[in-house]
């Protein structure tokens, strides 16, 4: 029985992802971002990286058996609110993570294809992109792929370009509930962010372009998606208040090392402390 007396349990996400050791993106950023929103992060690490902050120079993925020991340990210790997937790093580790959550059907599932680095660094090789095509976007309840990995994901053998609607069709018929295609890599005066479900457009979001490039601003979208499902909204008020909190986190962002920008992930309590600041000083 639960202790009447314990503080409230916050939300439970379990996040399956790679080590960045730059703390920009992958595992680093799913746990900064889920604990800035209010939940208790869980972690699987499928991989880790020798990266910086300006790219990957290698990746080595976990054994499968290991993710998922991991993983196996920490659900039959906690009950998980929402799951987040990042990088996995081999077939095998897609084929171990998709039988792991196949026996959880009940809980939200954000997944973030994460088919290579900001700068180009690949990730998934087709072998994979086939894995995650066919053993869990059938189960993801929201996809939030960027428009280059929407079309690699939806495209057929020699096809041209894709028009985005059309990738996110195939992507919720290949059994997504619903799919997020951002427009940071769209030549457009704003950035516009589309939100489909099974009868096409769900919301359009647009927001101003930043100046800078960022480092982890998918894995802080979709692990803020997952953090507003394991709360209780709904996927359309997940996205919209992701996007918001993401936004600000980029806005807020600041440059570690030599390469790209970091989200601020707590810009909330800094400006909190910036505003104290100001008025203990008089400042208006």
């Known amino acids: 029985m639960p202790d009447p007396t314990d503080p409230a349990l916050p939300p439970i996400v379990l996040a399956f992802a790679a080590s960045d050791p730059s703390g920009g993106a992958g595992i680093q950023a799913d746990l900064l971002t889920l604990g800035s929103m209010g939940c208790h992060p869980l972690s699987v690490i499928t991989a880790l990286t020798v990266q910086d902050t300006a790219g990957v120079e290698g990746v080595l993925a976990i054994d499968s058996d290991w993710v998922t020991d991991q993983a196996r340990a920490l659900l039959e210790d906690s009950a998980v609110d929402a799951f987040k997937i990042g990088v996995l790093g081999s077939v095998d580790n897609v084929v171990a993570v998709a039988e792991i959550v196949s026996d959880y059907p009940g809980i939200p599932l954000v997944l973030d294809p994460v088919l290579a680095s900001g700068r180009g660094d690949e990730f998934a090789n087709d072998d994979t992109v086939r894995a995650l095509r066919d053993m869990l976007l059938p189960q993801t309840t929201i996809l939030t792929p960027n428009s280059v990995e929407a ?9 041209d370009e894709l028009m985005l609607p059309v990738c996110a069709k195939r992507l919720v018929e290949a059994g ?3 799919v997020l ?14 939100l489909y479900g099974k009868r096409g457009v769900v919301r359009s ?17 979709a692990s803020a998606i997952a953090a ?16 918001d909190y993401t936004w600000h986190a980029l806005e807020k962002a ?31």
Do not use: I
Not at 151 to 159: G, H, M, N, T
Not at 181 to 194: C, D, F, L
Not at 262 to 283: I, K, L, N, S, Y
């Open 151 to 159: 079309r690699r994901l939806a495209a057929k053998d020699d096809e």
């Open 176 to 178: 997504c509930e619903f």
């Open 181 to 194: 295609v951002t427009g940071t890599h769209e030549p457009t005066p704003e950035v516009v962010n589309t």
């Open 205 to 221: 979001d647009r927001w101003p372009r930043l100046p800078h490039s960022y480092h982890g601003s998918g894995c802080t979208l």
């Open 228 to 243: 507003m499902l394991a709360n209780g909204a709904s996927a359309a008020d997940a996205v919209r208040d992701a996007q």
């Open 254 to 284: 600041y440059r570690p090392g030599m390469g790209q920008y970091v989200p601020d992930r707590f810009f909330w309590g800094r400006d909190d402390v910036e505003a104290e600041a100001a008025h203990a000083t008089g400042d208006s």
